[in-house]
């Protein structure tokens, strides 16, 4: 699932706060622009050369901050795909590891430079670009969706498929020689997105408030205490991740298969699994979010499922098994790619045509320099926003980046690249390699710039693109599957890095960060993520053997999603079971659907109709996480009842701590089972009467 999301952004409150301080006297009105104004604030500090904001300090602890968040966001992607927004963490973090340092040195006498928020900003940007590399190299969808594990869970059809299994040596050398290409495609357009066409990006603005507030006085006490209640959720995460361990030493045992409704909801997935890692991640993510996925479980697990199995022997053999996508597993896959694809291609459109349009508008209103988000050119301009404005286009047209050398630099990776990938995958021809290459630059665009206006990365749906239009070309005699997922990555990771990156600049523009800091930050990020990504992933590909296999700890669910993709991408429909094809068409058209009105009917209203997108997630997995994040939804909206100031203020560090720690237990967890150590419990819950059999069988 993508990692961006729409977010308030409190215009309606602003506008009422302005329309009542027009009855003030214009010595108070200027007394509260002066406290409102962010620059004015630093305005005594000097802004540090691009060169001195690049410290090594700081990519000590942004390499230290990568390992941390490429485990989390690896788990993550193997349990469910479900990888909330870090940004928080990574700057909390960030600022905690670093303020100890210089607090250290200072006391030491060796402190020779301050911690500045622009400092910061560079360890926010390399932290997220490393550990989004583990999302965007596809170890939970596409690449491992070439594997072997993978492709036996999708019978063979008399056409020579193939597989390619993972390897530490060609991920690393893959992500290199992909990954980049994203960082020179959009630089040349940072002006024009930053400064001329003001778009907002509302991560990157986000977390650019976060930082800035975390360099004021009032700021750095509070940011003290989220980092102590961080700490604190941190510590009892991993110890209850620890605790759990040891009662899971064998299949179904342990927490995570607590009958919570009764065996038979357990049976169809309905229960809470104790992980505090998901309770975390439901207080990140919107209520509509959560609630639409526990809304999509229902549907599918509590009647959809149940209801096509009492048709065996009809719509489907009797004697497959389980795990044939010929019977019930094809139609939870197929019916979940066909919701996924219905929501994708709908949010497509509809960002490609507020992208078009945005431009006309930008063209015909060329004049228009007011200095506010495209969004907001009614509101008057305030003095302090005009000389936030002024003080941050003055820094970021300071230091340039030459577009010579970035148009050089994607020619000559591009070159590197076309000639590299056919040696990794020889299924995926140079000429292939090549057309993508010409039509990356326009997608990397409109991704960047669909992504500044609604904060919404579509980088899995160009993705998809590459499946089905690289497959079809290859077809299916000659490699198609490898060759779509492949050039699936290959799309993925430059539309992915190219909105990454313009997200960074948002942030550095409103921090006064140099572009050549961010620029600098985010590749070295990009180049840690690269190897750090496809160790981490070898470490769980040889410490859990049923890694990818469904019902397993680490299922991969996308994996299968994206390999069956390709699949239908290149043998057509022919393969579906009965009515399946009916049932997608139903679900595609019904995502669309639920879009349209979700659009129509206004954000009010809107938040009561469920996503498409996430819905469709547990229809292969199972509701269980989903009742997970409603749990940490409710926790939540509890404390926020109790006492909102407080729950806004520390509820995404309680959240961060029990993601960051439950995550990091995968660290010693799986160097254990490399070890051969074996949980030494098993607590198994059985029914009455199999418990009778079971103690008669042991008492003969």
Same mark, same amino acid.
């Given at each position: 699932?993508?990692?961006?999301?729409?977010?308030?952004?409190?215009?309606?409150?602003?506008?009422?706060?302005?329309?009542?301080?027009?009855?003030?006297?214009?010595?108070?009105?200027?007394?509260?622009?002066?406290?409102?104004?962010?620059?004015?604030?630093?305005?005594?500090?000097?802004?540090?050369?691009?060169?001195?904001?690049?410290?090594?300090?700081?990519?000590?602890?942004?390499?230290?901050?990568?390992?941390?968040?490429?485990?989390?966001?690896?788990?993550?992607?193997?349990?469910?795909?479900?990888?909330?927004?870090?940004?928080?963490?990574?700057?909390?973090?960030?600022?905690?590891?670093?303020?100890?340092?210089?607090?250290?040195?200072?006391?030491?006498?060796?402190?020779?430079?301050?911690?500045?928020?622009?400092?910061?900003?560079?360890?926010?940007?390399?932290?997220?670009?490393?550990?989004?590399?583990?999302?965007?190299?596809?170890?939970?969808?596409?690449?491992?969706?070439?594997?072997?594990?993978?492709?036996?869970?999708?019978?063979?059809?008399?056409?020579?498929?193939?597989?390619?299994?993972?390897?530490?040596?060609?991920?690393?050398?893959?992500?290199?020689?992909?990954?980049?290409?994203?960082?020179?495609?959009?630089?040349?357009?940072?002006?024009?997105?930053?400064?001329?066409?003001?778009?907002?990006?509302?991560?990157?603005?986000?977390?650019?408030?976060?930082?800035?507030?975390?360099?004021?006085?009032?700021?750095?006490?509070?940011?003290?205490?989220?980092?102590?209640?961080?700490?604190?959720?941190?510590?009892?995460?991993?110890?209850?991740?620890?605790?759990?361990?040891?009662?899971?030493?064998?299949?179904?045992?342990?927490?995570?298969?607590?009958?919570? @409704?009764?065996?038979?909801? =357990?049976?169809?997935? &309905?229960?809470? %699994?104790?992980?505090? +890692?998901?309770?975390?991640? #439901? !207080?990140?993510?919107?209520?509509?979010?959560?609630?639409?996925?526990?809304?999509?479980?229902?549907?599918?697990?509590?009647?959809?499922?149940?209801?096509?199995?009492?048709?065996?022997?009809?719509?489907?053999?009797?004697?497959?098994?389980?795990?044939?996508?010929?019977?019930?597993?094809?139609?939870?896959?197929?019916?979940?790619?066909?919701?996924?694809?219905?929501?994708?291609?709908?949010?497509?459109?509809?960002?490609?045509?507020?992208?078009?349009?945005?431009?006309?508008?930008?063209?015909?209103?060329?004049?228009?320099?007011?200095?506010?988000?495209?969004?907001?050119?009614?509101?008057?301009?305030?003095?302090?926003?005009? @000389?936030?404005?002024?003080? =941050?286009?003055?820094? &970021?047209?300071? %230091?340039?980046?030459? +577009?010579?050398?970035?148009? #050089? !630099?994607?020619?000559?990776?591009?070159?590197?690249?076309?000639?590299?990938?056919?040696?990794?995958?020889?299924?995926?021809?140079?000429?292939?390699?090549?057309?993508?290459?010409?039509?990356?630059?326009?997608?990397?665009?409109?991704?960047?710039?669909?992504?500044?206006?609604?904060?919404?990365?579509?980088?899995?749906?160009?993705?998809?693109?590459?499946?089905?239009?690289?497959?079809?070309?290859?077809?299916?005699?000659?490699?198609?599957?490898?060759?779509?997922?492949?050039?699936?990555?290959?799309?993925?990771?430059?539309?992915?890095?190219?909105?990454?990156?313009?997200?960074?600049?948002?942030?550095?523009?409103?921090?006064?960060?140099?572009?050549?800091?961010?620029?600098?930050?985010?590749?070295?990020?990009?180049?840690?993520?690269?190897?750090?990504?496809?160790?981490?992933?070898?470490?769980?590909?040889?410490?859990?053997?049923?890694?990818?296999?469904?019902?397993?700890?680490?299922?991969?669910?996308?994996?299968?999603?994206?390999?069956?993709?390709?699949?239908?991408?290149?043998?057509?429909?022919?393969?579906?079971?009965?009515?399946?094809?009916?049932?997608?068409?139903?679900?595609?058209?019904?995502?669309?659907?639920?879009?349209?009105?979700?659009?129509?009917?206004?954000?009010?209203?809107?938040?009561?109709?469920?996503?498409?997108?996430?819905?469709?997630?547990?229809?292969?997995?199972?509701?269980?996480?989903?009742?997970?994040?409603?749990?940490?939804?409710?926790?939540?909206?509890?404390?926020?009842?109790?006492?909102?100031?407080?729950?806004?203020?520390?509820?995404?560090?309680?959240?961060?701590?029990?993601?960051?720690?439950?995550?990091?237990?995968?660290?010693?967890?799986?160097?254990?089972?490399?070890?051969?150590?074996?949980?030494?419990?098993?607590?198994?819950?059985?029914?009455?009467?199999?418990?009778?059999?079971?103690?008669?069988?042991?008492?003969?």
């Amino acid at each position: 699932m993508d990692r961006n999301r729409d977010e308030e952004n409190g215009l309606g409150t602003s506008y009422n706060s302005e329309v009542e301080t027009e009855q003030k006297s214009k010595k108070e009105k200027d007394e509260e622009e002066e406290e409102t104004s962010v620059e004015r604030i630093f305005e005594r500090k000097e802004v540090p050369p691009w060169r001195e904001q690049l410290t090594v300090r700081a990519f000590v602890v942004s390499l230290v901050l990568a390992v941390l968040f490429t485990f989390i966001v690896m788990k993550l992607n193997l349990t469910t795909g479900i990888i909330p927004s870090l940004n928080v963490s990574a700057g909390m973090l960030g600022f905690f590891f670093v303020s100890v340092w210089s607090k250290f040195l200072d006391k030491s006498g060796l402190l020779r430079q301050p911690f500045t928020r622009q400092e910061n900003t560079v360890i926010q940007t390399c932290v997220v670009a490393s550990s989004g590399i583990a999302y965007s190299g596809g170890f939970g969808s596409y690449l491992f969706g070439m594997s072997e594990v993978i492709a036996k869970q999708s019978e063979k059809t008399g056409v020579n498929r193939g597989f390619k299994n993972p390897e530490v040596g060609w991920m690393i050398g893959f992500l290199f020689v992909v990954s980049f290409l994203g960082l020179c495609s959009v630089v040349p357009l940072r002006k024009i997105m930053i400064i001329d066409f003001k778009l907002t990006y509302p991560s990157g603005t986000a977390t650019a408030h976060l930082i800035n507030s975390f360099h004021t006085p009032q700021g750095a006490k509070l940011a003290k205490k989220q980092v102590r209640v961080l700490g604190k959720y941190f510590s009892f995460s991993f110890l209850w991740g620890f605790f759990q361990w040891f009662f899971a030493g064998g299949d179904d045992c342990g927490f995570a298969s607590f009958p919570t @409704f009764g065996l038979k909801a =357990r049976k169809y997935k &309905f229960f809470f %699994d104790f992980s505090a +890692t998901y309770v975390g991640v #439901g !207080m990140i993510c919107p209520y509509i979010v959560n609630i639409s996925m526990l809304v999509g479980g229902i549907l599918s697990w509590g009647l959809m499922w149940p209801l096509i199995e009492t048709r065996k022997g009809d719509w489907y053999s009797a004697d497959l098994p389980l795990s044939s996508i010929r019977g019930l597993q094809g139609y939870k896959i197929f019916i979940t790619i066909a919701t996924i694809l219905g929501d994708g291609l709908y949010n497509f459109f509809k960002v490609l045509g507020q992208t078009l349009l945005g431009l006309l508008y930008q063209i015909l209103h060329k004049n228009m320099s007011d200095g506010r988000p495209i969004e907001d050119r009614s509101s008057p301009m305030s003095s302090s926003t005009s @000389f936030n404005d002024t003080r =941050r286009t003055q820094v &970021f047209l300071k %230091d340039q980046i030459p +577009t010579t050398f970035a148009i #050089g !630099m994607y020619i000559a990776i591009a070159a590197i690249s076309t000639a590299t990938l056919p040696y990794i995958f020889p299924q995926l021809k140079w000429y292939y390699i090549l057309v993508i290459y010409l039509v990356a630059p326009t997608m990397a665009f409109c991704n960047a710039y669909g992504c500044g206006l609604t904060d919404w990365s579509l980088a899995s749906t160009y993705g998809k693109l590459g499946i089905f239009g690289i497959g079809a070309w290859a077809g299916a005699q000659h490699g198609g599957i490898i060759a779509g997922l492949a050039a699936c990555g290959v799309m993925m990771n430059i539309v992915s890095t190219a909105s990454d990156l313009m997200q960074d600049f948002k942030t550095g523009y409103l921090t006064l960060a140099s572009p050549r800091s961010m620029f600098v930050s985010q590749f070295i990020g990009t180049a840690m993520g690269c190897v750090i990504s496809p160790c981490v992933f070898w470490l769980f590909y040889k410490a859990f053997p049923d890694l990818g296999q469904n019902g397993s700890e680490y299922p991969a669910p996308y994996a299968l999603v994206y390999h069956n993709m390709a699949v239908l991408g290149v043998e057509g429909i022919s393969n579906l079971p009965k009515n399946c094809f009916m049932l997608c068409c139903v679900f595609f058209g019904a995502a669309f659907l639920l879009n349209l009105v979700r659009d129509t009917i206004g954000r009010r209203r809107a938040q009561f109709i469920p996503i498409p997108m996430a819905m469709a997630i547990p229809f292969y997995l199972g509701p269980y996480f989903s009742i997970d994040m409603c749990v940490g939804s409710l926790i939540l909206f509890i404390w926020q009842r109790i006492n909102k100031a407080k729950a806004d203020a520390f509820g995404p560090a309680v959240a961060s701590g029990l993601i960051c720690g439950e995550g990091i237990w995968t660290l010693p967890s799986s160097i254990l089972a490399l070890a051969g150590v074996k949980q030494p419990l098993c607590m198994k819950f059985l029914s009455r009467a199999t418990n009778a059999k079971v103690d008669k069988f042991l008492g003969s």
